[in-house]
Each structure stands twice: as structure tokens, then as C-alpha cells.
């Protein structure tokens, strides 16, 4: 039997939030966000669109029957509906998590545009209050750099406890290196990324501005550490592009050495 494929990209709506002058307010996840969200994620997350397919290859591989599946800090639904894709067993749950009502709002609509019959349950409400339990899949997409830093560490501990062993939690980060040269290098490629995308440099110069005070980089060796000290027995890297990697971390099986 063929799966039931997605159907295609939600239409895009293009990103001109930053184009003309503003002030440097935070940026928040609103209506006037989520209505530009596919375009704007695609043109200023290098990888977004390759981590994304993956997603539904990873949780394939480490879907276990019976279990909960988690996409915390869902947005409009790309990565949920990947999960959704790559779960086989009818006896899973998927539950996607945003606090941003305006998100939730228009990722019903796309879920309910899928074609795939696996229920998805949605929650508005902020992933630290999220319950997890008996989970094998976990996604955090490029959402844990928005959680307030001190939060952090609690959050994948509880994530961790929540995994059955064998299970995973894929982790997509915008990360800052330890070298101020690799840095600055990495900084400019990524800029070079959004102008090659048709984002002027007033755009780029003022959605940094606005993105810096909530999006909070930490760096891989901190990801690596604190993955372990939460509960996770293996860390893999297996995507980097710029200064935007997608992390596996595993809950070794109890028969693992
Ligand atoms: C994708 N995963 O397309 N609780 C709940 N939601 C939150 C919280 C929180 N504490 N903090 C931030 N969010 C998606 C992309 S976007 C990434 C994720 C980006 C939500 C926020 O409302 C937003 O929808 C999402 O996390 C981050 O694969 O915009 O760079």
C-alpha cells in the first residue's frame, strides 16, 4: 500500500515584515508573523528545507508502538506533519505544542489539509507546562533558543525522563561558536543565505535586531553537555549548515552496552 502523501507546500505568502523602517520591538510570534511564516522560515533558516523531509525519515527509524510522539513549538505544522508522515503504527498520538495562538490557528487548518489519518491534537499553551510521558519521538525544531536560557536545562530533563529508552529528541538549533572568527564567518554566510533569498540588508539589519532580544544561541559543546546531563546517552550531529545544526539525542535501549 502507497502512504498518503502531504499535499503540496501551504501557499506562500511573502515576507515583508522588516522592509521598510521599524522600530526594534521584540519580535513575537503573532498574526501578522504566522501569516508569512512558510516564506519566511524557508528564506532565513538555511537547511530548513532539507531538515524538514528528514524529520519524517528520523521518526520512521525511532517510532516505537504504542507511544507518544511531540512536536513542541509546532508553528504552522511543517514538522509535525513530518512526524505524522513517518509514523506507522495507528496506536501512536502525536501532540503539537505552540503558545502562539495565532499559530495554532492556522496549523489546524493544514493538518486538517493532510491527507494522512493519524490524529494530531493541538495545544496552545507554553511547552514548559507541556506533560510528557511514555514519548519515543520529540521534536524541537528551532524552538528551544527561543525558551528563556535558565529554562532550559529542566525542560530536556523532563523530555529525557519522558523517553522510553531507544526513543530520541531531534533538537534544531541556530547555535554561536566559540571562536569569534568562525563566528563572524559563519554570521556572514548565514546573511549572505537571506540576501541571496531577496532580503535587503535593511531587512537583515533589522529583523537581527529584533530577533536578538528573544532568540538566545548557545553553543554546540553546551547543547552536547546539558543533552547528556538531562538523561541522553548519545548526541549526533546530523545536520549543520552556517550556524543552523539538527541534533539526535538518544536514550540508549536497556540491552545497549
Ligand atoms: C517548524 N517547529 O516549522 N512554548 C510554546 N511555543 C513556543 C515557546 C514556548 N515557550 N517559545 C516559542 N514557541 C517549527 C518552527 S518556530 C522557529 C518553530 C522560528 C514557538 C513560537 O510561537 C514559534 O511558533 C515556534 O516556537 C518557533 O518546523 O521561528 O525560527
Known amino acids: 500500500m502507497t502512504k498518503p502523501r502531504r499535499p503540496s507546500a501551504p501557499e506562500?505568502?511573502?515576507?515583508r515584515l522588516f522592509a521598510t523602517e521599524r522600530r526594534p520591538e521584540d519580535f513575537r510570534f503573532d498574526a501578522s508573523v504566522a501569516r508569512v511564516f512558510p516564506d519566511m522560515i524557508r528564506r532565513s533558516v538555511p537547511g530548513y528545507t532539507t531538515i524538514i523531509p528528514m524529520i519524517e525519515v528520523?521518526?520512521?527509524?525511532?517510532?516505537?508502538?504504542?507511544?507518544?510522539?511531540?512536536?513542541?513549538?509546532?508553528?504552522?505544522?511543517a514538522s509535525t506533519l513530518a512526524m505524522r508522515h513517518g509514523i506507522s503504527h495507528s496506536d501512536c498520538t502525536l501532540?503539537?505544542?505552540?503558545?502562539?495562538?495565532?499559530m495554532i490557528e492556522r496549523c489546524e487548518h493544514y493538518i486538517a489539509l493532510d491527507d494522512n489519518t493519524l490524529p494530531v491534537t493541538l495545544r496552545c499553551e507554553d511547552i514548559l507546562d507541556t506533560e510528557l510521558n511514555d514519548a519515543s519521538v520529540t521534536t524541537l525544531n528551532f524552538t528551544l533558543q527561543f525558551v528563556d536560557p535558565e529554562k532550559r536545562a529542566s525542560?530536556?530533563?523532563?523530555i529525557a525522563k519522558a523517553t522510553r529508552p531507544g526513543g530520541v529528541l531531534i533538537l534544531s538549533e541556530k547555535i554561536r561558536f566559540e571562536s569569534e572568527a568562525e563566528q563572524t564567518i559563519q554570521t556572514r554566510l548565514h546573511h549572505e543565505f537571506k540576501?541571496?533569498?531577496?532580503?535587503?540588508?535593511?531587512?537583515?539589519?533589522?529583523?537581527?535586531?529584533?530577533i536578538e532580544q528573544v532568540l538566545i544561541p548557545e553553543t554546540l559543546s553546551a547543547h552536547r553537555a546539558r543533552l547528556v546531563e538531562a538523561g541522553f546517552d548519545?548526541?549526533?550531529?546530523?545536520?549543520?549548515?552556517?550556524?543552523f545544526v539538527s541534533m539526535l539525542a538518544i536514550k540508549a535501549n536497556e540491552t545497549d552496552e
Not at 58 to 77: A, F, K, M, N
Not at 155 to 158: C, D, S, T
Not at 234 to 239: G, R
Open 58 to 77: 528520523i521518526t520512521e527509524q525511532y517510532v516505537q508502538p504504542g507511544s507518544h510522539c511531540y512536536d513542541l513549538g509546532c508553528s504552522l505544522g
Open 234 to 243: 548519545n548526541v549526533v550531529v546530523w545536520y549543520q549548515c552556517f550556524n
Open 155 to 158: 525542560l530536556l530533563a523532563r
Open 95 to 102: 501532540v503539537g505544542v505552540d503558545n502562539s495562538s495565532a
Open 12 to 15: 506562500q505568502v511573502t515576507d
Open 195 to 210: 540576501r541571496a533569498n531577496g532580503y535587503s540588508d535593511l531587512e537583515i539589519s533589522q529583523k537581527r535586531t529584533a
